[in-house]
Structure formats: structure tokens, C-alpha cells
């Protein structure tokens, strides 16, 4: 399983850097990789059940994480984005200041 997801993750990667490569085959290549997810997926559950629930090792979802393309220690595709910081007693006072003026 691991294998299936790492040739489908390669995959991608060389497609969605082709210039060439049409939206259909970027496509393909996403449904290949989800395909191989899935499996993985059911794998583990599988193995959940079997087990009853007991003895699964956070460590086995960790390895499975790397496999789809994650990063040790957390560091995977960061994204930037932008955030407001609200203070909502700062707006309590505010909408309070606002009634009595």
C-alpha cells in the first residue's frame, strides 16, 4: 500500500510540473493518488477492526502520513494566510460606548 501511494504521489508531482500535461491527465494522476489513499484507508480499518480497537499505534497512522507526502516534524506545504485577531471584550465595550452616546 505504501508503495502504491508513493509511485502515485511521484506520479502527480512529475504531471502537475509538465507544462504539457493536460487538466484531464493532472486529473488522472489525483484519482490514482486518491484510489491508493483509499486503499491505504481501508487497510488501516481493516486492521482496527481485526484488532477491536485495541493495539493500534499512533505511529503506524504517523508512517502512513509520510507516505501521502508529509513532511517529518510537521513541516509539509505551508500556507500563508491572512488572519484577524478579534477582542471581543474590546467590542462588548465598544457596542456598550456606541448605546449610551
Do not use: C, W
Not at 508513493?6 to 484531464?24: F, G, H, Y
Not at 493518488?33 to 488501516?44: F, G, N, Q
Amino acid at each position: 500500500n505504501k508503495k502504491a501511494i508513493t509511485e502515485a504521489i511521484e506520479e502527480l508531482r512529475k504531471v502537475k510540473n509538465d507544462e504539457s500535461k493536460t487538466v484531464e491527465e493532472i486529473d488522472a494522476a489525483m484519482k490514482n493518488l486518491e484510489s491508493a489513499s483509499h486503499k491505504l484507508a481501508e487497510a488501516m480499518y481493516q486492521k482496527v477492526q481485526e484488532s477491536g480497537g485495541q493495539g493500534m499505534n499512533p505511529e503506524d497512522l504517523a508512517g502512513a502520513s509520510q507516505a501521502a507526502g508529509a513532511a517529518p516534524g510537521g513541516e509539509g506545504n505551508v500556507v500563508d494566510a491572512d488572519f484577524e485577531v478579534v477582542d471581543e471584550e474590546k467590542e462588548e465595550k465598544d457596542k456598550k460606548k456606541k448605546k449610551k452616546g
